[in-house]
């Protein structure tokens, strides 16, 4: 762990980036919305659509994406352009890299100060052979502290796409979420919409969808802000349980209310570089 913040190098050059065609950064202002979750699904379901998508957990102290993809405990590889990303499936479309497969034991603590955090994301944004991918999903802590400013500005040379700010509908998450659309325009960061994450409930029995919170925060967060209102994800049971036990909830239960609202998402995010993909 301790080599794994070393040097790295300049990530200005073109290096490993260089076939990855478009970068997304997923942020909240907020813990618990489930950015994990959305940066998790979002690459299942553009995979779905045919596309081939990395994911960079760049929340240091929280990993949780190995876990949810069933890749925990894998190993990191090492080749001559640097570290080799994991593959959570047969077909190698969707890769991962996570702090989480350098720590020696599952429960280690990552108790760094900021500029050791801020080595190792400069480190992983250099260092890891993606090879050619449509879509590399970046996966970040809550909040707009260091490591956020180490990531936009290392990843700053490649013309990131921008960023899908998550939040759910009570007033306290959307309020800290404005705070992240601030840190957008004070970075110049783009911001591709806003996800409103546990929006409803989706019953198990019947696959209606009863609002156990409030509803339509982030909405009117976007109509505010004048940016794009991307969708509502609702709760449902077996995307829970999708995600702790590592399975694809994209690939299982295309009757969910939630897979529809995924696919939707993934559809815009889609729309968002039409001439490239074309």
């Not at 959305?38 to 929280?62: F, M, N, Y």
């Not at 509803?215 to 077996?238: I, K, M, Q, T």
């Amino acid at each position: 762990m301790e080599a794994a913040a070393g040097e790295s190098a300049d990530a200005g050059e073109p290096g490993n980036l260089a076939g990855v065609r478009h970068i997304i950064l997923i942020l909240s202002g907020k813990g618990g919305v489930g950015k994990s979750t959305i940066s998790t699904e979002l690459a299942l379901a553009l995979r779905h659509e045919g596309k081939k998508v990395g994911i960079l957990d760049v929340d240091l102290c929280g990993p949780s994406i190995p876990r949810m993809l069933q890749a925990q405990g894998r190993a990191v590889h090492q080749c001559d352009s640097g570290w080799v990303p994991v593959f959570v499936d047969k077909e190698q479309n969707v890769s991962l890299m996570s702090v989480g497969f350098l720590l020696e034991k599952p429960d280690e603590a990552v108790v760094w100060r900021g500029p050791k955090k801020n080595a190792l994301i400069k480190q992983f944004v250099s260092d890891v052979a993606w090879g050619q991918l449509d879509y590399l999903v970046v996966d970040t802590p809550p909040g707009t502290s260091d490591e956020h400013m180490a990531a936009v500005d290392a990843l700053r040379p490649y013309s990131p796409l921008g960023a899908i700010v998550v939040t759910t509908p009570q007033a306290v998450s959307v309020g800290d979420v404005r705070r992240e659309l601030t840190f957008c325009r004070k970075t110049g960061l783009r911001v591709i919409g806003i996800v409103e994450n546990m929006s409803g409930l989706v019953c198990p029995h019947c696959m209606e969808c009863t609002n156990v919170f409030s509803r339509g925060g982030g909405e009117e967060l976007a109509r505010h802000a004048g940016v794009p209102f991307l969708g509502s994800v609702p709760l449902d049971p077996e995307l829970s349980r999708s995600l702790e036990e590592g399975r694809d909830f994209i690939q299982e239960f295309p009757q969910s209310p939630a897979f529809h609202a995924l696919c939707s998402i993934a559809q815009k995010v889609l729309k968002e570089t039409p001439v490239q993909l074309s």
